[in-house]
């Protein structure tokens, strides 16, 4: 089955850095990357994802790219705030799965002003 | 615009006993999912299922039970509860076009469940 690694489990960014996170996998039917930010008490919610036959997907300070090849993705957050301060996972989808998720273990990232 | 939403939002169990985690969605989403959260462990796929009356075991299935007989709901039932059970436990659902679709998946807020 499908194994996701993420990188690294945790992350301290001074405010207006930017962050990097990046998950790899293993099976090359994979096609789904979406991210998820966890904050505490709630449910992941979406914030990008990405699929197979894109390389890069941007959305304001969030982007996300793609390497195939490599079977890594990574998500990029740019100018760092407080509020950006959360769980994030990773996850991947593959074909005739149904739209099942096999997520990563999480990156605790943490902003300090 | 509710989504979805999870019942109770915590709980104290004891060890033997029973119980039902209840899970709701109003956006008429075919594709529903429960799932386990553990520290450091990411989430782990419990059930899941594809259509009112279609439901399928996850990674991690044995003392769990669920069913779908709406559209709406999906509840996830414990019958002998056991501390290996003691989780956060998240419902989520999407809206699926086929064995082939991945869409994004909406999640609750979750259910802590201590068992002791």
């Known amino acids: 089955g499908e194994n996701v690694e993420q990188h690294p489990s945790t992350l301290s960014v001074q405010e207006g850095d930017s962050a990097v996170i990046k998950c790899t996998y293993s099976?090359?039917?994979?096609?789904?990357f979406p991210w998820y930010k966890q904050e505490l008490g709630k449910g992941p919610q979406l914030i990008i994802d990405i699929r197979s036959n894109v390389g890069e997907k941007k959305d304001q300070r969030i982007a996300v790219t793609l390497n195939k090849t490599a079977k890594h993705f990574s998500l990029h957050i740019t100018e760092t705030q407080p509020e950006d301060s959360a769980v994030y996972f990773c996850a991947v989808g593959s074909t005739d799965s149904w739209g099942k998720l096999q997520f990563g273990a999480g990156t605790q990232v943490v902003v300090t002003p | 615009n509710a989504g979805v939403t999870q019942t109770p939002k915590f709980r104290i169990l004891k060890i033997g006993q029973s119980m039902t985690l209840q899970c709701t969605q109003d956006?008429?989403?075919?594709?529903m999912y429960w799932y386990r959260q553990d520290p450091g462990m990411g989430l782990k796929l419990i059930y899941y299922?594809?259509?009112?009356?279609?439901?399928d075991k996850g990674e991690v299935p044995n003392g769990y039970n669920v069913s779908r007989s709406t559209t709406e709901d999906f509840p996830l039932r414990l019958e002998l509860a056991a501390p290996s059970q003691t989780s956060v436990y998240f419902c989520?659902?999407?809206?699926?076009?086929?064995?082939?679709?991945?869409?994004?998946?909406?999640f609750g807020d979750g259910t802590r469940l201590s068992i002791l």
């Open positions: 099976d090359s039917a994979s096609n789904y």
């Open positions: 989520a659902s999407s809206y699926g076009a086929g064995m082939y679709s991945n869409q994004p998946q909406h």
């Open positions: 299922s594809v259509g009112a009356g279609i439901t």
């Open positions: 956006m008429n989403h075919n594709y």
